[in-house]
């Protein structure tokens, strides 16, 4: 099992950048696929971005060229760097993993969840 907590969230002007992360306690993190999601009042969760255990990078067309995902598997680590941020960005944004994910941006494929971390973008 994992235990996922994030951080780094806050605010930024557009244009702006934030970095998030996300630190798994727990076996085997290498093992699994971990992704963000973000969810604005009112609005369906959004896949974001996902990193499959090979590294294989999955973007929502909405954030590609801005935000970068990656993994640090020593150090249980997953990171969103977020540039040229949007108002729209604005969001409560969570990690999550899954095992053997088949569907990288479907949050039905995760099973473990950060509580999430707020990212505001103000004009």
């Known amino acids: 099992q994992l235990q996922l907590v994030e951080s780094g969230g806050g605010s930024a002007q557009t244009g702006g950048s934030l970095r998030l992360a996300c630190v798994a306690s727990?076996?085997?993190?290498?093992?699994?696929?971990m992704a963000w999601f973000r969810q604005s009042p009112g609005k369906e969760r959004e896949g974001v971005a996902a990193i499959a255990t090979d590294s294989t990078t999955t973007y929502a067309d909405s954030v590609k060229g801005r935000f970068v995902i990656s993994r640090d598997n020593a150090a249980n680590t997953l990171s969103l760097q977020m540039n040229n941020l949007k108002p729209e960005d604005t969001a409560m944004y969570s990690c999550?993993?899954?095992?053997?994910?088949?569907?990288?941006?479907?949050?039905?494929?995760?099973?473990?969840w950060g509580q999430g971390t707020q990212v505001s973008v103000s004009t």
């Open positions: 727990g076996s085997a993190f290498d093992r699994y696929s």
């Open positions: 999550a993993a899954g095992y053997l994910v088949a569907s990288h941006l479907d949050s039905y494929e995760y099973n473990y």
